[in-house]
């Protein structure tokens, strides 16, 4: 037993010895970590069907995933959606009630921290606007931002059937009788502290400076703003 500890004492002595050890450890550890890397938790949205990514967002590897991944995958599934894709309107319509109530609780809350991103950085663009000129420019490109995707909403409307016209219609008067229903219940206070909670008063009142400019400069160009709209979406 005493000349196999020699030995092995002997073998760890020599540099060469040394070298090949660390290389190998080295050299593991680089493989895990591709691996471990490799091992992204958010699915490709390209990579997907409409269905597929329907399944995804009504998943529990969905509901498990981080808030950053979350939006990660909804950016970029928003980016590769094909809005005239019949499967991508299908997949929503063939919903059940339970499953849109679902949807609405584990994309819902990722869509307003989206939408409260993008507000700020739309507020904190306008503000660092230095003159008039500049802050006009930025809010008309906003504007023509929001013309072109109602040019492109009619585009799509104009080629629809009597059919597909009289569900989107059916549609609407839902979501204005839903939008008619959560005004008389008043304000969600659980979202209002949620609100209150994620913005000082200062950022609540430059809010409410640039929605009120945005919609200055949408009467001095005879464009009606629709209800809620304060900023890119």
């Known amino acids: 037993m005493s000349e196999k500890i020699t030995a092995i004492k002997s073998f760890f002595k020599k540099p060469l010895t040394w070298w090949i050890t660390g290389g190998t450890l080295l050299l593991g ?3 895990f ?25 009504l998943s529990k590897d969905f509901a498990n995933l981080s808030m ?9 599934s928003r ?6 894709n019949p499967d991508r309107r299908n997949s929503f319509r063939n919903l059940s009630q339970e499953d ?3 949807l609405r609780e584990q994309v819902g809350p990722v869509f307003r921290e989206m939408f409260r991103e993008r507000r700020r950085e739309s507020v904190n663009k306008y503000f660092a606007c230095k003159t008039e000129e500049e802050k ?8 023509n931002g929001m013309q072109k995707r109602r040019a492109e909403q009619e585009a799509r409307r104009r080629n629809m ?38 913005s000082s008063p200062e950022d609540r009142a430059k809010a409410t400076a640039f929605r009120n400019a945005l919609r200055k400069r949408a009467a001095q160009r005879g464009i009606t703003m629709r209800r809620g709209r304060g900023g890119r979406g």
């Open 29 to 31: 550890g680089a493989v």
């Open 33 to 57: 970590g591709i691996v471990i890397l490799a091992a992204d938790p958010v699915p490709d949205p390209k990579k997907q069907k409409p269905e597929d990514r329907m399944n995804y967002l």
């Open 68 to 76: 950053k991944d979350k939006k990660r995958y909804l950016r970029d």
């Open 79 to 84: 980016r590769n959606r094909d809005r005239n």
């Open 100 to 102: 849109r109530k679902k």
């Open 136 to 143: 006009n420019a930025y809010l008309d490109d906003i504007l």
């Open 161 to 198: 059937t009597d059919a597909e016209k009289k569900a989107q219609e059916k549609r609407r008067a839902q979501r204005q009788a839903q939008g008619a229903q959560r005004a008389n219940r008043g304000a969600n206070p659980s979202r209002m502290t949620s609100r209150l909670d994620n």
